[in-house]
């Protein structure tokens, strides 16, 4: 069994963590170092899975609950447009290795989309 991650101990209350949405097998956390005025975390419950590939090889329909979910808090939270980033592998800047959606919404206008 693994450490729990960060993630896992913010769902259980272990260390504080704002949770803005969660149903049986995801929850949404606001990032503690937003990178965009609306940023948040859609995480799985299950830290099984590492990255993104992972997740899409092992449950792809726990995979599309997280898109589902993106969609609905970036609608809560925005005006419902947003980016949805998974970072994958250290190389690519994933920290935490509990396969996580980065959802950026709003203030987006002078930036890329790439
Ligand atoms: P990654 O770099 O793995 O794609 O993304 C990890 C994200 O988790 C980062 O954006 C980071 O700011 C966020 N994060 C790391 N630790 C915490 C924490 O303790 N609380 C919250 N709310 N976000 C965190």
Same mark, same amino acid.
């Given at each position: 069994m693994s450490e729990p991650s960060i993630f896992t101990r913010i769902l259980q209350g272990e260390i504080p963590g704002e949770i803005v949405a969660q149903n049986e097998r995801v929850f949404v956390l606001r990032d503690? %170092? !937003?990178? /965009? !005025?609306v940023h948040l975390l859609v995480i799985p419950k *299950? +830290?099984?899975? /590492?990255n993104v590939a992972e997740l899409a090889a092992g449950d792809p329909a726990l995979l599309a609950e997280v898109v589902a979910m993106a969609q609905k808090v970036a609608a809560e939270h925005a005006d419902g447009d947003f980016r949805l980033i998974f970072n994958s592998g250290a190389g690519a800047g +994933? *920290?935490?290795? %509990?396969v996580h959606a980065h959802v950026l919404a709003g203030g987006l206008e002078e930036k890329k989309l790439v």
């Open positions: 503690i %170092h !937003p990178q /965009a !005025p *299950t +830290q099984e899975y /590492a +994933q *920290t935490v290795f %509990h």
